[in-house]
């Protein structure tokens, strides 16, 4: 199971504007701003000269988000392309299983953004919550 996942990007403000659109819609809040960096969760934005990011810089990655039903990756993708996204792939079933409804866009610094609906069931985790 992943613990959290970091990405570093070139524009912190212009990623924040993208990444707090499409989370509200996912209704995940964020969770807080650092020297640097954004957290939502357990994913991390920063920026490469952040003490967070370390190492030589990636390539593009691909994140999944579960939505709660089609209506909301519908309204994921439309607040992404009004916020800095940029088209990857319409709302529509996708052939991975029957009732993969998805869309992808493409994030301010090319990473592949997804939001997915796998049909009416319950989630295949629990979520975690952790308190300090």
């Known amino acids: 199971m992943i613990d959290h996942i970091q990405l570093v990007v070139r524009d912190l403000p212009r990623s924040q504007t993208f990444y707090a ?3 509200e819609v996912l209704g995940i809040p964020i969770g807080g701003k ?3 960096f954004f957290w939502a969760d357990e994913l991390f934005v920063s920026t490469s000269d952040s003490k967070a990011a370390q190492g030589v810089l990636t ?3 691909h ?3 579960q939505a709660q039903s089609r209506a909301v990756v519908d309204a ?5 392309l009004a916020h800095g996204g940029q088209e990857n792939g319409p709302p529509g079933e996708r052939p991975y299983h ?3 409804y998805a869309a992808f866009v493409l994030d301010p610094d090319g990473n592949n953004i997804e939001a997915v ?3 009416e069931a319950e989630r295949s985790s629990p979520s975690v919550r952790i308190t300090f």
């Open 117 to 119: 609906f796998h049909g």
């Open 21 to 23: 659109a499409i989370f």
């Open 76 to 80: 994921f993708h439309t607040a992404a």
């Open 98 to 100: 029957p009732g993969y």
């Open 34 to 36: 650092g020297d640097g």
């Open 59 to 61: 390539g593009r990655h």
């Open 63 to 65: 994140l999944a988000f």
